[in-house]
Antibody
Framework: QVQLVQSGPEVKKPGASVRVSCKAS????????IHWVRQAPGQRFEWLGW????????RYSQKFQDRVTITRDTSATTAYMELRSLRSEDTAVYYC???????????WGQGTMVTVSS | EIVLTQSPGTLSLSPGERATLSCRPS???????FAWYQQRPGQAPRLLIY???SRATGIPDRFSGSGSGTDFTLTISRLEPEDFAVYYC?????????FGGGTKVEIK
């Protein structure tokens, strides 16, 4: 089945780090780019960055570039997003999404809730 | 940053009616890099329209997109029960891709 499956919900304390995984199946992982976006409660979607799953090249939003790292493991067909120095404003649902041949997000993971609370 | 303003915020309609949703970028964007997504409660977004007017795979033809520059429209010709959801526009042509705030289509 063609899908992206993300890791489960996380609860973290301020200042901690979180890593969310995104497991791809049913398609050639290295032929695509994987993006990460988040949706905080009552807020619009916010783009964090992306990785070329083939060559590992990355690009990040200027807002997050000091705190986020996106990696991938081609043998595991999995992309990862790590966000550091968490604060309460980082509480959100984090999604991975595949960029299709049309350049839009043609497949999304189910989302991972990350809660930052003391 | 290109800000996408969606209107109305909420659209109250009955099944079978026509829905017209608007998205206005704060500056001109390329039609080639403009999309619409549907999000039902508790689910991830689903791609409906890319390139401003092309339907994604498996999307019914009651969904259509149009527009260019600073004025884009998503039209649902006849609302089905499963179409009541939140719709988001997205531009992905600039170095910082951005999303609109969403339009909720609710049952009247």
């Amino acid at each position: 089945q063609v899908q992206l499956v993300q890791s489960g919900p996380e609860v973290k304390k301020p200042g901690a780090s979180v890593r969310v995984s995104c497991k791809a199946s049913g398609f050639t992982f290295t032929a695509y780019a994987i993006h990460w976006v988040r949706q905080a409660p009552g807020q619009r979607f916010e783009w964090l960055g992306w990785i070329n799953a083939g060559n590992g090249n990355t690009r990040y939003s200027q807002k997050f570039q000091d705190r986020v790292t996106i990696t991938r493991d081609t043998s595991a067909t999995t992309a990862y997003m790590e966000l550091r120095s968490l604060r309460s404003e980082d509480t959100a649902v984090y999604y991975c999404a595949r960029v299709g041949t049309n350049d839009a997000f043609d497949m999304w993971g189910q989302g991972t809730m990350v809660t930052v609370s003391s | 940053e290109i800000v996408l303003t969606q209107s109305p915020g909420t659209l109250s309609l009955s099944p079978g009616e026509r829905a017209t949703l608007s998205c206005r970028p704060s500056q001109s964007v390329s039609s080639s890099y403009f999309a619409w997504y549907q999000q039902r409660p508790g689910q991830a977004p689903r791609l409906l329209i890319y390139g401003a007017s092309s339907r994604a795979t498996g999307i019914p033809d009651r969904f259509s997109g149009s527009g260019s520059g600073t004025d884009f429209t998503l039209t649902i010709s006849r609302l089905e029960p499963e179409d009541f959801a939140v719709y988001y526009c997205q531009q992905y042509g600039s170095s910082l891709q951005t999303f609109g705030g969403g339009t909720k289509v609710e049952i009247k």
